[in-house]
């Protein structure tokens, strides 16, 4: 939320002078909240993956945002915290939900990464982003972090979102961003 990212920045200001960086969420499709943290989920099992927020069990849970699962399609997998667990894609559901079978045991921790075999076409910032933006121009943030930066335009997007010059590292966290890499190195003042 706006007023957390308002806090975090006025918390930190307290406590050092050293300049910060506001670093974005990015095109990533995370995991939901899961009760007590993280559960295990067990090669084999039927877990269905659900577009809206529900407390994540061994049975389920959600992912975000929203507009991955309509790119989610059978036989797709899913690596889940960096190649913790790993899911296939099963069946479309109604209501939007995906079912998938679990192909690697472990544990599923709350908001974390899930890689797909296939690229999924997310947008570069977030809503979620955007609001941390506008909040981080107001308070007078004036280097950004733009992960999983895919290309030189994602760059351009970012800088456009902002009033005024910025300082932009762009993170490059994906194949594509990697394909994309000169034209990244055109646009950002950094890179990680």
């Known amino acids: 939320a706006q007023d957390d990212v308002a806090d975090v920045i006025a918390r930190i200001r307290s406590l050092t ?75 479309r559901e109604r209501a939007g939900a995906i079912l998938a079978k679990v192909l690697r045991s472990g544990h599923v921790g709350t908001n974390r990464a899930v890689v797909t075999s296939k690229p999924v076409a997310l947008p570069q910032l977030t809503s979620k982003d955007r609001a941390a933006l506008v909040v981080g121009a107001r308070e007078g943030i004036s280097t950004y972090a733009l992960s999983f930066a895919h290309d030189g335009a994602a760059v351009q997007e970012l800088r456009r979102a902002l009033p005024g010059p910025v300082t932009v590292i762009a993170k490059i966290e994906s194949r594509r961003g990697l394909a994309n890499l000169e034209g990244i190195v055109r646009e950002a003042d950094a890179l990680i």
């Open 17 to 91: 002078s050293i300049p910060l960086c506001l670093d974005t969420e990015g095109p990533q499709i995370r995991t939901g909240q899961m009760q007590g943290g993280r559960v295990a989920v067990r090669r084999g099992a039927l877990v269905r993956l659900a577009p809206d927020t529900v407390p994540g069990t061994a049975d389920g849970f959600s992912l975000t945002p929203r507009e991955a699962f309509a790119a989610l399609e059978p036989g797709m997998t899913l690596d889940v915290d960096f190649h913790g667990v790993r899911l296939s894609v099963m069946a």
